[in-house]
Each structure stands twice: as C-alpha cells, then as structure tokens.
C-alpha cells in the first residue's frame, strides 16, 4: 500500500517537475519571438501582408495575442484547451475543421488567438469573417464547451448576455441584445476614431469602450455612476455567496452545494462583476443564498450529531 502510494507520488513528482521545466522555456520563447514581428509564428503567415495595419497593432497589446502563454502556464493544461487558445495553422488546415486538432498539441501549437482565428480569405462574409458576428466570440466565450473535459468555467460571457444556463433563475436576456445587432463587437470593437488611428480601447485591442455607451444612455447623468452602484452591489452578493460556500458542511459533491456553486462561477466568469447582465448575475446570486438554510442548516445538524 504505501508502495503504491509512493510510485503514485513519484510519477505525480516526475510529471510536475516536467511541467515546471517547460513552462519557463516556452513562455520566455514565445517572449523572444514577439520582438522579432518578420519571424513571428505566433501572428501566422498574416503578418507577411497585413503587419503594417492598425488590426495587426492593436491585436498586437490584445489578450489574444498572449493566450497560449497563458494555457501553458495553467494547471490543466491539455491539447483540447487549444481549441479557444490558439487558431489553426498551419494554415493549410482548415480553421474548425475537424482533423486540426489532432495536428496541434500544446507543444507543438504555435499561435494565440491570431487572425485565422476569425478572419479566413475565401470566407463570404464581410471581412472574410469565419463565423457570422453574433456566433463568432460566443463560440469560445463561452462556458464548458464540453471539449476540454468537464466542469470548467472560466468565462461565461455568451450564457451572462443571453441570460440562461444557470440554476434556478428564468431566462432573463440583457436589454442590450435587442439593441445591438453587432452583438460583443458592439461595445469591444467600437472605435473611438478613425478605423486608420490605432487605439486604447475598442478596434482590434477588444477592450470595451466606455464611449460606446454614450450613443444611446446619453441622457443619464452618468452611466458609469449607475455601473458602479450595481458593481458593487454584484460584488457584495458574490462575497455573501463565497462565505457561504467555505461555512457549508454539505458535501461538495451533493447536488445543492453543485446548484449553488454553479450560479457563483458563472458570474466569476463573467469577469467576475456581472458586467454583461447585472440584472441576471443578481438573480443567479440570490438563488444561490436562498439555498442557505440547506446549507447551513447541515452543518448545524452535523454539529449536533457530533455533540451526542
Ligand atoms: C478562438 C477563441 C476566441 C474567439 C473567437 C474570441 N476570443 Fe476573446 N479570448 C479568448 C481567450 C482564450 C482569451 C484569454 C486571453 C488570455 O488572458 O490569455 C480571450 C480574451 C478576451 C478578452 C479579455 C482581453 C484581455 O486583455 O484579457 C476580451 C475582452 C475578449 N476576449 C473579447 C472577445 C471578442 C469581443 C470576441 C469576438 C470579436 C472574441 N473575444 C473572440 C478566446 C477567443
Ligand atoms: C470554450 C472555449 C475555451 C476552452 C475549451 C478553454 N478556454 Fe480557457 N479561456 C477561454 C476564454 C474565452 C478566456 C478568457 C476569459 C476572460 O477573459 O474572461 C479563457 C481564459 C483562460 C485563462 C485565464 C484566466 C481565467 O480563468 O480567465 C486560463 C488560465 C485558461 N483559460 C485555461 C484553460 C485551460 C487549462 C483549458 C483546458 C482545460 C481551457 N482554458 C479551455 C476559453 C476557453
Ligand atoms: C477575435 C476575432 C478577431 C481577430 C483575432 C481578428 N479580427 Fe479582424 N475583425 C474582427 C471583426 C469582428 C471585424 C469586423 C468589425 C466591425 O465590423 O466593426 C474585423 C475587421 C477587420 C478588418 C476590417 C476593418 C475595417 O473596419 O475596415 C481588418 C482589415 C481586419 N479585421 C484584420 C485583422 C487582422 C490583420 C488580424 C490579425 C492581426 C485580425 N483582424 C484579427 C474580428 C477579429
Ligand atoms: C500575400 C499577401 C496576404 C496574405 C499572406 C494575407 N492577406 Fe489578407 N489581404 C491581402 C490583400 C491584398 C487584401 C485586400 C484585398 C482583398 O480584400 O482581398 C487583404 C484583405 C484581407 C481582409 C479584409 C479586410 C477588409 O477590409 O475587410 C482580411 C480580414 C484579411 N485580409 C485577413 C487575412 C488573414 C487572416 C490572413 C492570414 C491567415 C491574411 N489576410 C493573409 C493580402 C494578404
Ligand atoms: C453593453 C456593452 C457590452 C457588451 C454588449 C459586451 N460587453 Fe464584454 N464588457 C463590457 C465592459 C464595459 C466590460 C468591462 C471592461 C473593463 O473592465 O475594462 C466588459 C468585460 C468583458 C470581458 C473581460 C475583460 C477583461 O479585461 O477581463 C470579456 C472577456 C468580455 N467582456 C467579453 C464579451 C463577450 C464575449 C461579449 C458578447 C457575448 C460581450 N463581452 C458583450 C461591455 C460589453
Ligand atoms: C445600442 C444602445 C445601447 C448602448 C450602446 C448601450 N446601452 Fe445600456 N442599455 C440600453 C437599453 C435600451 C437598456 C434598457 C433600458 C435601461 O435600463 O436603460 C440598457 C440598459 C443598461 C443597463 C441596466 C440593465 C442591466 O444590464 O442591468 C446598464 C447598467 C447599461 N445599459 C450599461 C451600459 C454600458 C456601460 C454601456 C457601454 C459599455 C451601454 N449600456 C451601452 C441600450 C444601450
């Protein structure tokens, strides 16, 4: 028995020796390779014709041009993680095809989130898009996709803004999509100025641009007044929720602790503010405390039989 256990520990010690080796090598070289734009596979073979635009520079500072780093440098890391972390190519394999994916591993995967990733010539669509805009950042905004093995939930933007997949609450839509057409391009694309002008925040960098807003809550004093009222009142729920979740003796496993959990990570992934529907994060999080007295009460109860 406590053989077993040790080669257990020892393979679990060879395998994380091995990652803690590998990570500082690729991050730093993919680090190198990023100064170096003429020889950088990290943007494709785009860069070849489209490395003097505005796109190419703003995507440059953008999350998604450093997204492999990250997924190499998680803890579960695995190939099908490349499947939202990084575009396709070479590039002669087709962008969401299906025998990509046996190609790339995370060793040997070479490009973030790059321009493949929604552009393709050939494609269409105005310009050349992969997918049309209302499924293009839904695709990997998205929470557990079920391809990168269960229960991961780490963004879940495209489930906040439609407003489902969460426990106990009805389908509760932002108002914001009936408004915009455009969908997360509407408010994270938008340029505050010419297409020519690389910018801070909107365009290529996908940073939502608080300006965007002005088109239509113009008549508010203040809309950002009004957003950081229901930040925090998210915040202070999500607090609530967390304290509830450590004080529960329930099981982690028992479907209750699995319902309320299930609410909180969705509005963490949201970014972790409820930004893209604070009405429904609200609800999700209330559900979760209205869970309390099974939650608590157990603890209380399991206090008691100790007590005897
Ligand atoms: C191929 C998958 C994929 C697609 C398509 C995609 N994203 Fe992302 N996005 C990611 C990943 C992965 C990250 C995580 C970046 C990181 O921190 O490494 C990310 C990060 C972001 C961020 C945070 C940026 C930051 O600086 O940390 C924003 C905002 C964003 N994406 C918006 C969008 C929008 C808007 C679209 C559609 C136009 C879109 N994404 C399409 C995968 C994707
Ligand atoms: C369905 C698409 C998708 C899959 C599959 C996916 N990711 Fe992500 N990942 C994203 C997006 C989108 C973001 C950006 C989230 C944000 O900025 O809010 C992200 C962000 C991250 C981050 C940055 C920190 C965080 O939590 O926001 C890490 C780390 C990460 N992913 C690890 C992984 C690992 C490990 C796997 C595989 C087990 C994986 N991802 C699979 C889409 C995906
Ligand atoms: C995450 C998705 C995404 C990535 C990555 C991306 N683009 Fe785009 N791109 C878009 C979307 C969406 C539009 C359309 C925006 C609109 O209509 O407002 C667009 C528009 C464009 C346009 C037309 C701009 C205009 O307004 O005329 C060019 C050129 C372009 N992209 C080039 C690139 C290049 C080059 C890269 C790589 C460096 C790149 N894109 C990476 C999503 C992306
Ligand atoms: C050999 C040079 C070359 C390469 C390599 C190249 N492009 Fe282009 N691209 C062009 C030219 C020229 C145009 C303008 C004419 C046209 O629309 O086809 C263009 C147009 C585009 C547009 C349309 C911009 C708009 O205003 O709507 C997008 C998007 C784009 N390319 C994306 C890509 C992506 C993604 C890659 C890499 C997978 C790539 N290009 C590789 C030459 C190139
Ligand atoms: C009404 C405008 C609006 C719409 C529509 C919208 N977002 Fe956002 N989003 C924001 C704002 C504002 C923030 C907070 C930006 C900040 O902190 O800089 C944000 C934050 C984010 C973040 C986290 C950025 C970070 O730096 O960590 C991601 C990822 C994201 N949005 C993706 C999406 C996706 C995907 C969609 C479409 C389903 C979408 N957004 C629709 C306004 C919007
Ligand atoms: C295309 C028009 C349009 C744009 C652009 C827009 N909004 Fe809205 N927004 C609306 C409408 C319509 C409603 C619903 C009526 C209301 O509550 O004012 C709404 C509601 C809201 C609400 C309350 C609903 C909720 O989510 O709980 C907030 C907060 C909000 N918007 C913030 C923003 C911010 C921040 C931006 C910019 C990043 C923005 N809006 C951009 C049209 C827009």
Redesign the pocket.
């Given at each position: 028995m406590v053989k077993i256990t040790l080669s257990i520990l020892t393979i679990v010690l060879f395998i994380t020796t091995i990652l803690m080796f590998n990570i500082p090598v690729v991050s730093s070289d993919s680090g190198e390779q990023s100064q170096n734009a003429d020889e950088n596979p990290l943007t494709e073979k785009c860069y070849k014709c489209h490395d003097k635009e505005t796109e190419y520079k703003e995507w440059k500072v953008s999350?998604h041009a450093k997204t492999l780093a990250t997924l190499r440098k998680a803890e579960l890391a695995q190939d099908s993680c490349l499947r939202c972390h990084s575009s396709s190519i070479p590039s002669d394999v087709p962008l969401w095809g299906k025998d990509w994916r046996s190609r790339a591993t995370l060793k040997t995967a070479q490009n973030n989130v790059g321009c493949s990733s929604c552009h393709r010539h050939g494609s269409k669509r105005k310009h050349y898009l992969t997918r049309s805009v209302k499924k293009l950042?839904?695709t990997?905004?998205q929470m557990d996709c079920g391809c990168a093995g269960g229960g991961i939930i780490h963004?879940s933007?495209?489930e906040?803004?439609?407003g489902k997949g969460g426990n106990g609450v009805k389908r509760m839509p932002?108002p914001?999509?009936k408004e915009?057409p455009m969908?997360?391009v509407?408010?994270?694309m938008e340029k505050e100025t010419s297409v020519e002008k690389v910018v801070a925040?909107g365009g290529h960098t996908?940073?939502?641009s608080?300006e965007?807003?002005q088109r239509c809550h113009l008549g508010e004093d203040d809309i950002s007044i009004r957003?950081s009222a229901l930040v925090s009142e998210v915040n202070s729920l999500l607090q609530q929720v967390e304290r509830m979740l450590e004080d529960t003796s329930a099981q982690k496993d028992s479907q209750v602790y699995k319902d309320a959990k299930l609410n909180y990570d969705m509005v963490k992934g949201?970014?972790?503010y409820g930004?893209?529907n604070f009405a429904y994060a609200k609800a999700l999080l209330k559900y979760s405390l209205s869970l309390r007295e099974e939650l608590l009460g157990n603890k209380s109860q399991k206090a008691d039989s100790s007590a005897k």
């Open positions: 999350g950042c839904v990997c905004h963004q933007q495209a906040m803004f439609a932002s914001h999509i915009m969908r997360c509407a408010c994270h925040r996908f940073v939502a608080m965007s807003c957003v949201d970014s972790g930004f893209h």
